[in-house]
């Protein structure tokens, strides 16, 4: 991919959610909810502190995430639905 996000933003790639559940229902795509937890496929170089110094992001390429259900922006690159947002709309990494 030939993109790189500004500052604190991120790039996601949501990971799609079962189609059925423990119980054997199969879960139709009309009814299901958009995923919360994705994989970041970049990330940006950080933010400035008030001394401007860089300070680096706490997550990195590969990592799991989790993010609230309306966050970040939804954008389309190479053919692929990706979001962007920043930072402090990643609630936590999945370990």
């Known amino acids: ?4 996000p500004l500052h604190d933003r991120v790039v996601v790639k949501r990971l799609e959610s079962e189609d059925k559940t423990k119980g054997g229902i199969i879960i139709p795509d009309t009814a299901k909810e958009k ?3 994705g994989k970041v496929i970049a990330v940006g170089p950080g933010t400035r502190d008030e001394t401007g110094k860089l300070v680096a992001l706490d997550v990195k390429e590969g990592d799991r995430v989790l993010f609230g259900k309306w966050s970040g922006t939804e954008v389309k690159i190479d053919g692929e639905d990706l979001l962007i947002m920043k930072e402090s709309d990643i609630l936590g990494v999945v370990v």
């Open 1 to 4: 991919m030939a993109f790189r």
């Open 35 to 37: 995923p919360a937890e």
